[in-house]
């Protein structure tokens, strides 16, 4: 499966951003979806992940409360809608998909499928 995400941009704290991945190749609805972002200098984190019929979702506590993940098998679509941004909310975000059932896999070595990126930044 092609994975391609969208949406990012230039925003000031507190504002929100909604990313789009679009998936082709495959069948979207078998895969469950993440999303993990990457700062400069630092490593790959996780930030989300959503089951493969979208009724359940896993947070990072750094962006729980302020984050939502959600997806639409028909459109073969997983979104990230991102509130209250902060300043070190500032990285490329990553979509990312894999075949398991497990709702919590948070290591990106788990998933087989990434999408090129797209870059998010907070101004403060």
């Known amino acids: 499966v092609q994975l391609q995400a969208s949406g990012g941009g230039l925003v000031q704290a507190g504002g929100s951003l909604r990313l789009s991945c679009a998936a082709s190749?495959?069948?979207?609805?078998?895969?469950?979806m993440g999303w993990f972002r990457q700062a400069p200098g630092k490593e790959r984190e996780f930030v989300a992940r959503?089951?493969?019929?979208?009724?359940?979702?896993y947070y990072a506590d750094s962006v729980k409360g302020r984050f939502t993940i959600s997806r639409d098998n028909a459109k073969n679509t997983v979104y990230l809608q991102m509130n209250s941004l902060k300043p070190e909310d500032t990285a490329i975000y990553y979509c990312?998909?894999?075949?398991?059932?497990?709702?919590?896999?948070?290591?990106?070595?788990?998933?087989?499928?990434w999408g090129q990126g797209t870059l998010v930044t907070v101004s403060s």
């Open positions: 990312a998909g894999d075949l398991s059932t497990a709702l919590v896999i948070t290591t990106a070595s788990r998933y087989d499928y």
């Open positions: 190749g495959g069948t979207f609805s078998s895969y469950a």
């Open positions: 959503i089951n493969r019929s979208g009724n359940r979702s």
